[in-house]
């Protein structure tokens, strides 16, 4: 499946919908995530790449996973506040660049 991302886009289109990054969803928008991977800016994110993603997937960013967009904050739009599964997790959008989403049809 990763080989099917393009590293700089923003949505591409798969068989069952549009797939998004996390960090260009809207309040409001649903899915499951289908691809976590934590490359997009190496250096970025004040960790290692590795550390990344492992810590996104400890918190439960993993495929198949339920997800909602609840809140953006009100400054650049940072951070946003997520539903994932039953938990609420606050997350930099810088990191939520690497998790794909699979959007729910509106």
């Known amino acids: ?8 886009a923003k949505a591409v289109s798969v068989a069952d919908g549009q797939a998004v990054r ?8 649903r899915g499951v995530i289908f691809d976590v991977r ?5 250096g970025d994110h004040g960790v290692a790449v590795d550390e990344l ?11 198949g996973a339920r997800i909602e967009v609840l809140h953006e904050g009100a ?6 506040a997520v539903r994932l599964d039953d938990m609420r997790i606050g997350l930099r959008r810088r990191d ?5 989403v699979l959007l729910d049809p509106k």
């Open 1 to 8: 499946m990763h080989d099917m991302l393009p590293e700089a």
């Open 53 to 63: 993603q492992r810590r996104l997937l400890e918190f439960g960013f993993v495929e």
């Open 75 to 80: 400054i650049w739009r940072d951070p946003i």
């Open 38 to 42: 934590a490359e997009s800016h190496p």
């Open 22 to 29: 996390l960090s260009t969803a809207q309040p409001g928008d």
């Open 96 to 100: 939520a660049e690497d998790v794909w």
